[in-house]
């Protein structure tokens, strides 16, 4: 970050998912409580170095297609280190997208049982980072797709608890970033299933919209 007579007053730095900035005199700070080098062979035997490893390694697996075993990576990195945020939101994913496999397989009640614990990952990464847009679009879709399978079984009562979970779910993720595409369009589905097509026409011009200003 430059100041307007052009000093550097801190970093600036994001994610996907995130955003954050380091004021150059915390840097400083940080700076004059650095103690002695540690051995790079012993930095990467720390747990959260390790758990970084695990998710790393989870991600290529997940983007190969390979769900099980990207599970099993998430799982390693959850088990060093608790609290990394981003390898239950990654496991959530993982575990629809074998859902959605077994879904497809006509396999629909184990489908459901991995949506269910989908959720759980993404409540998960909610808990640890309530400022997690992302977390709640996606708890917001499996809830949705699970609310369909309950239409299809002629459990209307229970699809339409689901879609309005999914639309509060929604709502969470817009209120955190009012910019978020996907979670507009995402509550426009689900408010159409409801039977609440005006509703679900003003999201989801407001979606296409936002899409044009990117």
Known sequence: MISSRGEVIGIYTRSDYYSFAVPSNRLKALLTQSGPLEPLAQWHQRDHIRAYAYHHEGEGRFNAGDYVKAIVSFDNAISQNPKHIRAYFWRGRAKY??????????????AQQLYQVAIG????????????PMAYNNRGWVKYLIGRIKAKQGNVGEARRL???????????????????????NRGNAKKALGQHEAAEKD?????????KK
Do not use: C, M, R, W
């Open 97 to 110: 997208g074998l859902g959605k496999s077994k879904a497809d397989q006509g396999n629909i009640t184990e």
């Open 163 to 185: 879609y309005q979970a999914a639309i509060d779910d929604y709502t969470h993720a817009i209120n955190i970033n009012p910019q978020h595409v996907l979670a507009h369009y």
């Open 121 to 132: 990952d993404y409540t998960q990464a909610i808990q640890l980072f309530p400022k997690y």
């Open 204 to 212: 989801f011009e407001k979606a296409k919209e936002l899409e044009s």
